[in-house]
Nanobody
């Protein structure tokens, strides 16, 4: 049973920083991709950043230069460092992992950025 548990969300003022963490219950070396998604109220879930087992990284245009994704297979975790946060970054952030055609999701962590 694969479980992904997010932490690190909270309330921050615009311009501030947060670091999200996702801990997996299994070795993350088996996931060919790990990612962070977010969903704001009334909007569709969108990809924020992804990192492959080959270390190839992709970011949504809206977070490029502000967010950094990293993967620590030794600790079975993936992180999302979020700097220069904006009110439009407010959303529930979800950890995502995939292996072949199987995907897993965390329960989500709320990030609220006040103006």
């Amino acid at each position: 049973q694969v479980q992904l548990v997010e932490s690190g969300g909270g309330l921050v003022q615009a311009g501030g920083s947060l670091r999200l963490s996702c801990a997996a219950s299994v070795s993350t070396t088996g996931f060919h991709v790990m990612a962070w998604y977010r969903q704001a109220p009334g909007k569709q879930r969108e990809l924020v950043a992804s990192i492959g087992s080959d270390s190839i990284i992709n970011y949504a245009d809206s977070v490029k230069g502000r967010f950094t994704i990293s993967r620590d297979n030794a600790r079975n975790t993936v992180h999302l460092q979020m700097n220069s946060l904006k009110p439009e970054d407010t959303a529930v952030y979800y950890c995502h992992a995939a292996h072949d055609y199987t995907v897993w999701w965390g329960q989500g962590t709320q990030v609220t950025v006040s103006s």
